[in-house]
């Protein structure tokens, strides 16, 4: 499924209830949402009301990891899926849509009417799926070849909760956050926890050094999500789109594995050069890329926030 037949679903489960209703609901979410205290979805309308703010961006932001840990790790097939806070199975869709591997997925969620909406939405499209209810906290007992925990960190007092993840997971544990700077030092200390346990980074980080991100800086990227008229309407926008940022973290149970520096911000392409913010195995570094150097320049001229530079050329200049 893609993100475009997950908006029409989920409209067409809004149709008989009023755009104030929705717009409402959503607005009472996000504010706790924004507080960091946990979501309370009560009724089906609080539930489309939050499908319709959040789901497409969770989708979209879950798929961009998904999708780096592919890049990475090009050999592997996953068959089996833990989704912890699974919504209306956002995460689940876009892990299918990267791995056409999976066939059986188990998706865990404390909210009655979450469960309710995604069960009558999306279960056509997510295979050999069980719904469990239950605190992402505290995954059910098994192990699974991707675990996937996305924008549920924040809410979660239990800080043991993600070794819990690390326990049920044999392949890669994906943890997906919003890219604001208190959820970056989350991830941050996620990060150094899962080291100590033996995890290996696949993304987005090039090596298991510490986090060199400076004091007042962290690490996040970028999404541009499509928004319809109906999500306009519900989220009180008018802009067409919207810019989800969001930070992540894979730790692995495969073994460290090669990785290229990862572009850190938008390129600066200026003229006659392009200024590319890495975070390298060495620290975070600035490069230039000039003209002079064709192929490099035009690899420059094209390279996106938030993707691999996989270039070993000579050409790139620090700052």
């Given at each position: 499924m893609t993100v475009d037949e997950l908006r029409s679903l989920v409209e067409a489960s809004a149709r008989d209830i009023p755009v104030r209703e929705l717009s409402a609901a959503f607005?009472?979410?996000?504010?706790?949402?924004d507080a960091g205290r946990?979501?309370?979805?009560?009724?089906?309308?609080d539930a489309v009301a939050y499908a319709l703010g959040r789901a497409l961006a969770t989708y979209s932001a879950v798929e961009c990891a998904l999708r780096e840990t592919a890049l990475v790790r090009p050999g592997w097939r996953p068959r089996t899926v833990l989704d912890l806070?699974?919504?209306?199975?956002?995460?689940?869709?876009?892990?299918?849509?990267?791995?056409?591997?999976?066939?059986?997925?188990?998706l865990v969620e404390r909210?009655?009417?979450?469960?309710e909406l995604g069960t009558e939405l999306v279960s056509h499209s997510l295979g050999d799926a069980t719904w469990l209810s239950g605190d992402a906290a505290h995954p059910p007992d098994g192990i699974w070849d991707l675990v996937i925990a996305s924008y549920v960190l924040s809410e979660l007092a239990d800080a043991d909760a993600v070794?819990?993840?690390?326990?049920?997971?044999?392949?890669?544990?994906?943890?997906?956050?919003?890219?604001?700077?208190?959820?970056?030092?989350?991830?941050?200390?996620?990060?150094?926890?899962?080291?100590?346990?033996?995890?290996?980074?696949?993304?987005?980080?090039?090596h298991e050094n510490a986090c060199p991100m400076r004091d007042g800086d962290w690490c996040h990227f970028g999404v541009r999500v499509a928004r319809s008229r109906l999500q306009r309407r519900v989220k009180s926008g008018e802009r067409g789109f919207e810019d989800e940022k969001y930070a992540y973290v894979v730790a692995s149970k495969q073994g460290p594995v090669a990785r290229s520096p990862r572009i850190l911000r938008r390129p600066d392409r200026r003229t006659g050069h392009v200024r590319l913010r890495l975070c390298a195995?060495?620290?975070?570094?600035?490069?230039v890329v000039s003209r002079r150097h064709a192929d490099l320049y035009r690899q420059a001229r094209k390279a996106v926030w938030g993707e691999a530079w996989k270039t070993s050329e000579p050409g790139a200049s620090p700052v």
């Open positions: 607005d009472r979410i996000a504010a706790s949402y946990r979501t309370e979805v009560a009724s089906r309308t806070g699974a919504g209306i199975g956002s995460a689940s869709l876009a892990a299918i849509a990267t791995f056409d591997s999976i066939h059986d997925v188990t909210s009655e009417k979450m469960m070794e819990r993840w690390f326990d049920a997971t044999a392949g890669e544990l994906v943890i997906v956050e919003a890219g604001t700077p208190a959820a970056f030092e989350r991830l941050r200390a996620v990060r150094g926890r899962l080291i100590s346990r033996g995890a290996a980074i696949t993304a987005p980080c090039p195995e060495q620290g975070v570094e600035d490069i």
